[in-house]
């Protein structure tokens, strides 16, 4: 068989639409993904209007048409009985509230319906550029093989480990955990966020009634406390969560995740092209990080031009490197401030009060945060 186009490593939503958008451009395409299915991640499912822009872009909208519920605006609360609204459609595009699993099983179902390929259960172990082709080394189960591209789009997430991205390894630091809930009392498409001393708790409900809660939690890796006591300690900390809460029933286990490899800039591999976390990891908080990957194709179609496939793949990836830049530096670095803040147990609630109470502050942090930029 002919070698494909291109290979791209991570069958999550930035390697998704990076293969999606390079068949769009008439790429044979091969995605790698080490799992068997889209396996449940520690994420809190909530796609900013921008991200709902690029899945319409790449043709994916119609397929979730059954299972996205529109989020409009989301409510916050802090300690000390604080609470805000904030708006979140732009230019009367709303968020959106999918299951991850969901977002991921539609990307994959409308990729092969283009006629792009996804080899499940395949590790890739290492690559190795050699002149203008990629030689990558997989894994199928425990058979070794490999395969040869000129193109490698590089979207391994957030602990990359073939970006070249150095992960410092901290003990403390910020833990992401989640678990899905029934009976939360608050509607589909709700989104709240509850702001405590150690983090955050956000809440997001599907269209089929279950909610999503996913916390960011500040601790030391040694930290023996189950997700569980730490979720106990918010809604003893916060009573919007506890009335939020009283009424739910846990449906699956908690997954955690941390320390968390935060980014201040993309960072820029010899070579393959990085997508979504791979490229660089931003805050939750922010809501972001699915738009950033949903974004990977889209950047790849603006980095392409009108010369395709055909021009060099070394020139493609300085200007797609140039559009990732331009897009979300300021964002990430506007981000490294604000986990500053709210990680200050002074600043922290004056800093939210002042943000929802101020509406030039709260225009100005949404366009930061969730600007829909072409
Ligand atoms: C606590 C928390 C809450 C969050 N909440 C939100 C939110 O509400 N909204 C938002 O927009 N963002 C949120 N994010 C960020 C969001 O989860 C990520 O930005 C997003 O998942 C990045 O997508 P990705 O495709 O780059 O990586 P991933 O989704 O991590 O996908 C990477 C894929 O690569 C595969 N892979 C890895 N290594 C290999 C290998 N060697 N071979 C083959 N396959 C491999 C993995 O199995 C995985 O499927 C949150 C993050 C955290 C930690």
């Known amino acids: 068989m002919a070698p494909p186009d291109a290979l791209i490593v991570g069958a999550g939503p930035a390697g998704l639409s990076a293969a999606i958008a390079l068949r769009a451009a008439g790429a044979d395409v091969i ?9 449940p991640r520690v994420c809190g499912a909530f796609i900013n209007p921008e991200g709902a822009a690029h899945l319409e872009t790449l043709g994916v909208m119609p397929r979730l048409s059954d299972a996205a519920a529109p989020v409009t605006d989301a409510t916050l609360t802090w300690a000390g009985g604080g609470r805000g609204r904030v708006p979140i459609a732009r230019s009367a595009r709303a968020g959106l509230a999918v299951p991850r699993p969901v977002l991921e099983r539609a990307m994959a179902e409308h990729l092969a319906a283009v006629g792009g390929r996804i080899r499940w259960n395949a590790r890739v172990t290492g690559a190795e550029r050699r002149g203008c082709i990629w030689a990558v080394e997989v894994m199928s189960g425990t058979v070794p093989d490999r395969l040869v591209a000129p193109w490698l789009v590089v979207a391994d997430g957030r602990f990359s480990s073939l970006s070249g991205r150095r992960v410092s390894k901290t003990r403390a630091g910020w833990f992401g955990w989640n678990a899905s809930f029934t009976g939360v009392d608050q509607p589909p498409g709700a989104l709240s966020l509850h702001f405590g001393r150690h983090g955050y708790v956000g809440l997001l409900t599907f269209l089929d009634g279950t909610t999503n809660v996913c916390g960011l939690t500040r601790r030391d890796a040694a930290a023996t406390a189950s997700w569980e006591a730490v979720l106990a300690e918010a809604i003893d900390e916060l009573p919007a969560l506890s009335s939020l809460l009283r009424p739910a029933t846990r449906v699956d286990a908690f997954r955690g995740v941390g320390p968390l490899p935060f ?43 009108r010369g395709g496939l055909e021009g060099s793949p070394l020139a493609m990836s300085d200007r797609y490197n140039a559009v990732w830049r331009h897009r979300y530096h300021p964002r990430l670095r506007f981000g490294t401030v604000a986990r500053w803040m709210l990680g200050h147990p002074r600043l922290s609630p004056s800093a939210l009060t002042q943000v929802v109470s101020h509406p030039f502050l709260l225009r100005l942090v949404l366009s930061l945060t969730h600007a829909t930029r072409s």
């Open 263 to 305: 980014s201040r800039r993309m960072w820029t591999a010899d070579g393959p092209l990085l997508g979504g976390d791979a490229a660089a990891v931003g805050d939750p908080y922010m809501g972001e990080g699915i738009s950033r990957a949903l974004g990977t194709g889209p950047a790849l179609t603006a980095a392409l031009g």
């Open 31 to 39: 995605v790698l993904e080490q799992h068997p299915s889209p396996p």
